[in-house]
């Protein structure tokens, strides 16, 4: 079974731009998670995502937003980009509600210049 | 303070030895503790999953929970250069939609 794709892999963006990355859940998993991690921060838990409706949501600015769609994939866009948003962007999928695991997938490395 | 405290090293043993990771937690109700590794430029993959209190063992590995303390641990015996990595406790929220990382602790396994 194919694990939890993050695209693209690598991102270089300018301060201001916007950027939107993408992320396919394992097969059959309708739960999506992101998370942001950073040297000075670690991983922090950015919203959660099931059944196309935002479940949960971190301590992270307007700025910071994500969707899914019918078919599970997820996307979360950044918008008015900063140097600290510069981070590993990470995604992780579970079955559904309930305490199961999640899989993380690669991350998405985004550099704001 | 944080949530989850732990150390970040780095910590350094030689291949074979005992390896001893730990984390600090602050809120009593949470029930659910685990343990992910990360290899670098990789995603955290799940090693141990922990529900309250107790031992469980899968391998060279045991992860540890003791709530009277609020102190999770991971052990793990005869280690290998191949368990080289960041360690990272995670507590599960009890919605069990979101993960609370402790800071990661880098370990170096030498031959």
């Known amino acids: 079974k194919a694990g939890v794709t993050q695209t693209p892999r690598y991102l270089i963006k300018t301060r201001g731009q916007q950027v939107t990355l993408s992320c396919s859940p394992i097969?059959?998993?309708?739960?999506v998670s992101w998370y942001q991690q950073t040297p000075g921060q670690g991983l922090q838990f950015l919203f959660e995502y099931f059944s196309e409706t935002q479940r949960n949501k971190g301590n992270f600015p307007g700025r910071f937003s994500g969707r899914q769609f019918s078919n599970s994939r997820s996307e979360m866009n950044v918008s008015t980009l900063e140097l600290g948003d510069s981070a590993l962007y990470l995604c992780?999928?579970?079955?559904?509600?309930?305490?199961?695991?999640?899989?993380f997938g690669p991350g998405t490395r985004l550099t704001v210049l | 303070q944080k949530e989850v405290e732990q150390d970040p090293g780095p910590l350094s043993v030689p291949e074979g030895a005992i390896v001893s990771l730990n984390c600090t937690y602050s809120n009593s109700a949470f029930q659910y503790f685990m343990w992910y590794r990360q290899y670098s430029r990789k995603g955290p993959e799940l090693l141990m999953y922990?529900?309250?209190?107790g031992n469980k063992e899968d391998g060279r590995f045991t992860a540890q929970v003791d709530k009277s303390s609020k102190y999770i641990s991971l052990f793990i015996r005869d280690s290998q250069p191949s368990d080289s990595a960041t360690y990272l406790c995670a507590i599960l929220n009890n919605a069990g939609n979101m993960l609370t990382f402790g800071g990661g602790t880098r370990l170096m396994v030498k031959p």
């Open positions: 097969s059959g998993h309708r739960s």
């Open positions: 922990t529900y309250s209190s």
């Open positions: 992780a999928s579970r079955k559904g509600p309930g305490t199961d695991t999640q899989y």
